[in-house]
Each structure stands twice: as structure tokens, then as C-alpha cells.
């Protein structure tokens, strides 16, 4: 059974840097056919899509964020992780890690979400 | 607000049938066939219901069905049950600019 599971710091402070993380179990990062997705919701409204990471550590960013955001993978480790900068209260949001099979632009597995909450 | 438009809620009771819409452009759901669904609980991570426009993964019950007219997509439920009870929200694939997916607002479906 596939499983994704997100960590992260929790609150933030306004101009800093969050780092999130996302454990993949149950499935090998490395061994391709998949991009893995970074995913937020923000309280009480709707899905925006961060961007993504292959296993290769090709990068596709939400163009709105993308100033922002970086990606990495680390295969040894089964994980790949999400770093945003400066952020600012309309950071704060649920932050999903989410499995797409390659070019099929529909998420078949996530995670439970971590809360991220920019104040301070 | 967000790219593709759904309605904020709709309301059935059990076993009636209901369906909501998710409009958008030619750019994406009305130029391509990758229109997928998902249903999300309070609390809860999303699982997809519908992808491809009419496709239903592994598991998930028939009762659920997809289709696209133009530039609009629909999920229908059918014999709604009181599980049913969640936000769906509707993405599709989009070309504009370099942005992969975009997201419906979400609608709240209430079982009476």
C-alpha cells in the first residue's frame, strides 16, 4: 500500500523560509514512472497545485510561486521536499505531498496534509 | 478564485441522483480529456474519484460517473448515500502558460 506522509515545522514566521518533507512508503521514488506533487489548500477554500519532482529531480513549478519554491528528491531516503521562501500570511495553508502518474495529471495517492500557519 | 467554476453546494437526498458541474475554458477542460474528480471528508486528505474525464480508479464505486461537454465536465452520483456527504472538487490539465493543473473551488454536497 503506497503512503505519503508530510512533515514540517507547523508555525512560521513571516519573511522565513518553511521546509516540508514527504515520506513515500509502500513505493521506490527511484524507480521513475511517477512525479511527485506538492498541493495546498488554503483554510476553508479550494486546491492550488505547487508543483512537482521526478525521481530524476526534474522540476515543474506553479508559475505564481515559482520564485519561491524549490523542490529536491532524496531517493536514498524515499523522500522529496518542498522549501518556500518569504513567506507571508497567505502562506498559510494545508500542504499536501501527492503522487501523479507520468503525465496523466491526476493524483492517485497523497498524504494527509501538514498545516503550515505564517504568523508571528 | 479559482480557475474552474463549480457551484458551492448541492444538496440530494438518498438514493435521488445529483450532479455538479465544473466549467472552464478550451485551454482546459474543454481542449483535453484530462478532467479528473476527487471527494474530500472534514479532516481528510482528497482521493480521486474520476479520472479522464470518465474513468473510475480501482475501488471506487460505480455509482460515481464522469462526462464533458464542451467546457464543462459533470460528476454525477447516483443512489446518493449519506457517506456521499463531502467537498468534490473538479482539476483539470491546462495549457496556459507553464502552470500543469488547475483546481475547481470545490462543492459541498450535503445529503439531506
Known amino acids: 500500500q503506497v503512503q505519503l506522509q508530510e512533515s514540517g515545522p507547523g508555525l512560521v514566521e513571516p519573511s522565513q523560509t518553511v521546509s516540508l518533507t514527504c515520506t513515500v512508503s509502500g513505493a521506490s521514488i527511484s524507480s521513475g514512472g511517477y512525479y511527485w506533487n506538492w498541493i495546498r489548500q488554503h483554510p476553508e477554500k479550494g486546491l492550488e497545485w505547487i508543483g512537482y519532482?521526478?525521481?530524476?529531480?526534474?522540476?515543474y513549478y506553479n508559475p505564481s510561486l515559482r520564485s519561491r519554491v524549490t523542490m529536491s528528491v532524496d531517493t536514498s531516503k524515499n523522500q522529496f521536499s518542498l522549501k518556500l521562501s518569504s513567506v507571508t500570511a497567505a502562506d498559510t495553508a494545508l500542504y499536501f505531498c501527492?503522487?501523479?502518474?507520468?503525465?496523466?495529471?491526476?493524483?492517485?495517492?497523497w498524504g494527509q496534509g501538514t498545516l503550515v500557519t505564517v504568523s508571528s | 478564485q479559482s480557475a474552474l467554476t463549480q457551484p458551492a453546494s448541492v444538496s440530494g437526498s438518498p438514493g435521488q441522483s445529483i450532479t455538479i458541474s465544473c466549467t472552464g475554458t478550451s485551454s482546459d477542460v474543454g481542449g483535453y480529456n484530462s478532467v479528473s474528480w476527487y471527494q474530500q471528508h472534514p479532516g481528510k486528505a482528497p482521493k480521486v474519484m474520476i479520472y479522464d474525464v470518465r474513468y473510475r480508479p480501482s475501488g471506487v464505486s460505480n455509482r460515481f460517473s464522469g462526462s464533458k461537454s464542451g467546457n464543462t465536465a459533470s460528476l454525477t452520483i447516483s443512489g446518493l448515500q449519506a457517506e456521499d456527504e463531502a467537498d468534490y472538487y473538479c482539476?483539470?490539465?491546462?495549457?496556459?502558460?507553464?502552470?500543469?493543473?488547475?483546481f475547481g473551488g470545490g462543492t459541498k454536497l450535503t445529503v439531506l
Open positions: 519532482i521526478s525521481y530524476s529531480g526534474s522540476t
Open positions: 501527492a503522487r501523479e502518474i507520468l503525465v496523466s495529471y491526476y493524483f492517485d495517492y
Open positions: 482539476s483539470s490539465y491546462t495549457s496556459i502558460s507553464t502552470l500543469e493543473v488547475v
